[in-house]
Each structure stands twice: as C-alpha cells, then as structure tokens.
C-alpha cells in the first residue's frame, strides 16, 4: 500500500467524519446514545469532572473588565428586561404561580420572631423623610384639636356662653374675639412647630419600641399576613405597572451593575472559589450523581427532550471550520504516522 493510496483514504476518512457527524445518522445516534451517556457521566468521579482550580481562574476571567463590559453586563441587563417584560403579560394573580404548599411556608415564615430586624425598623422610622411626614401630621392634628377643643373659640365654648349670657349687642365683642382669635393662632402656629421639631423624633421612637415590642404579637403576624395575602392577590402585570420605559431601563442598568460588582468583588470570588474547592476535595472520588445528591439534587431529566434540543447545536458545532480543520488533523495525524508500503494483514 504506497503513500498515493493512504492519502487518498485520509481524504475520503476526513470527508466520511464531515458528513457523517451532521447526517441524520448522527441524530439517532446522539439521542440514542445520550440516555447511556448521561448515566455514564453521572458515575464518573466527580475529581475527573471538576478542576476547581480551572473554576476559579475561569471566574477571575469574567472578572476582568472588559468580559464585564462586553459579556456579563449586557447578560444581565438582557436577562432583567426579560423578566420585566414577562412580568407586564402577567395576567395571573400571584398566588396562582405558587406551587402546593407554598402559601402555607410563607405564613410559617412570616409567624417567625424577629423576621424583621430592630434595627431596620429603627432605621426607616428614624428617617429625616418620616420625621418630617411626622411633623406634618402632628401640626395638622393639633391645629385641628385647637380648631375644635379650644374653650376659647371652639363653638361650644366661650362664643356659645357669651350669646347665652347676651344674645344682643354682640357686635363689638364678635370683632374683639375675632381679632384675638388671629392673634392666637398667629403665634400658636410657630409654637406648635417648635415643640413638633423635637417631639415628632420623640415619638417615632416610642412607635418604634412598641413595634419592636409587639412585632410578634398576634396581631403583627397577622398583619403581616395580611400584607402577604394583598400581593399575591395581586396581578402580576399590575405589581410592575408603575414601573414605566424610563424606570425599567434603570432597573436594567442596576441589575447589571450589580451582577458585574459581584464578579469584581475579590472577596466573593475568592470565598465562592474556596467554597466549590473544598466540595470537590471533599467528594473527589464519589461519582457525580452521589455528590450532587448530598446537595439533595437528584437528577431526573427528560433525555430525549435533552437531546432534541441539544442536537441542532452539536451539529452546529461539527460543521465550523475549526471543528472540521480539527477532525481532519486528528485523521492527517493517523495516516501520516503510517508507514510507506503497509501490507494488509492476512
């Protein structure tokens, strides 16, 4: 067998490969052969399948600036635009997309103690913005009271006395009490303002001793159930109604700042990089299926749905110009590793 002959197998073995890798041939085959495949993998040792070195430099690699410019952002912001647009389709309430059970672990959740924490609580109540609302509310209610209790002026009081004792010949008195009713309110108004500016803190700290003392009250639960319950009887599309063109595009911007500022934070990579390197040395030479299972994750796909998913990419991938340059160096490399003058075996 001279070398014309093995180069021209080699030709017809690369052709063979091409045409046989993307055939329909090739489609049985792969959905055939995945279901074997798949419990092959998952019997395989997890220290073959995970290099938790490779893991952690793969994600210092999406680190770097510019995959966080190009690739992680854009897939955040996209991912998030997704989810807000399914979200205004929505028509379904929310508790029609809980599954069995559900409502029943969030109320266990939300009969939990100190579910909230003191310190948020003091946190918003204390705040410039509820300070002032406070005050508001207060001047308003004491401007009211005054309005109405005052013996002075209210109408059951001083007034009404006056045209009992003398229902005639009032006028000057009317104006008098008029004027000074002006007065009074005049200078009652900054007084009320001064004595709010310190008592309306005063106050929202009283509110927020007896919230943190009575948050696991009966009635608090239930109040917090009840709040549950408004939402998820909500539609989903008017949960995110408010939520315009101009708001959404920010959220989208946040999501991916986001996203990126967790892979750029040193320290969550390196504690998620120590985290999978201690599970694989841990479980290095268990089968895959086993260590996925002490995470309570029990595989159970669909396999030939996988493969009719998976297939249009693998033969994809099998007709690329690198993948086809790398099957024929891989049939090059064999026969040229051949000598001249090969005898065919008897």
């Known amino acids: 067998m001279d070398r014309a002959l093995l180069n021209e197998l080699k030709a017809r073995q690369i052709a063979f490969l091409e045409a046989r890798l993307v055939s329909e041939a ?12 798949f419990a ?3 019997a395989t040792p997890l220290g073959e399948l995970v290099d ?3 893991i952690g430099r793969a994600l210092e690699a999406l680190a770097a600036e510019e995959p966080l410019r190009r690739a992680v ?3 955040a912001a996209a991912a998030l635009a997704a989810l807000v647009e399914a979200a205004r389709a929505e028509r379904r309430r929310g508790k029609e997309l809980l599954p069995e059970g559900a409502r029943d672990k969030l109320d266990r959740i939300l009969e939990q103690p100190k579910i909230v924490p003191e310190r948020l609580v003091r946190e918003v109540l204390e705040s410039a913005a509820l300070d002032a609302v406070m005050r508001d509310v207060l001047y308003d209610t004491l401007m009211e009271f005054s309005e109405k209790v005052n013996p002075f002026f209210a109408e059951w009081g001083l007034p009404a006395l006056l045209k009992r004792v003398a229902p005639f010949g009032l006028g000057g008195v009317g104006k008098t009490m008029g004027a000074m009713r002006g007065e009074f309110e005049r200078r009652l108004e900054p007084e009320i303002r001064r004595f709010l500016q310190g008592f309306s803190r005063t106050a929202m700290r009283q ?3 007896l919230l943190v003392a009575k948050g696991d009250t009966p009635e608090f639960v239930g109040l917090r159930k009840q709040v549950a319950t408004w939402v998820l009887e909500q539609e989903i599309c008017a949960l995110v109604g408010q939520l315009d063109a101009k708001s959404s595009a920010i959220a989208e911007e946040l999501g991916a700042d986001i996203a990126a500022q967790l892979l750029r934070d040193r320290p969550v990579r390196a504690r998620t990089s120590e985290a999978i390197a201690a599970f694989v040395a841990a479980h290095a030479g268990e089968p895959l299926g086993e260590a996925l299972g002490r995470l309570g994750i029990a595989p159970e796909l669909d396999v030939g749905a996988l493969a009719d998913a998976l ?7 099998c007709a690329t ?3 086809r340059a790398w099957l024929a160096s891989v049939v090059e490399e064999f026969f040229d590793g051949l000598p001249d003058g090969i005898e065919p075996s008897a």
């Open 311 to 317: 297939w249009p990419v693998v033969r994809s991938v």
């Open 207 to 209: 509110v927020h001793d």
């Open 26 to 37: 090739a489609a049985r085959d792969f959905r055939e052969r995945l279901p074997a495949g």
């Open 321 to 323: 110009g690198p993948v």
């Open 40 to 42: 092959a993998l998952l």
């Open 52 to 54: 938790a070195g490779a």
């Open 73 to 75: 952002r854009p897939a």
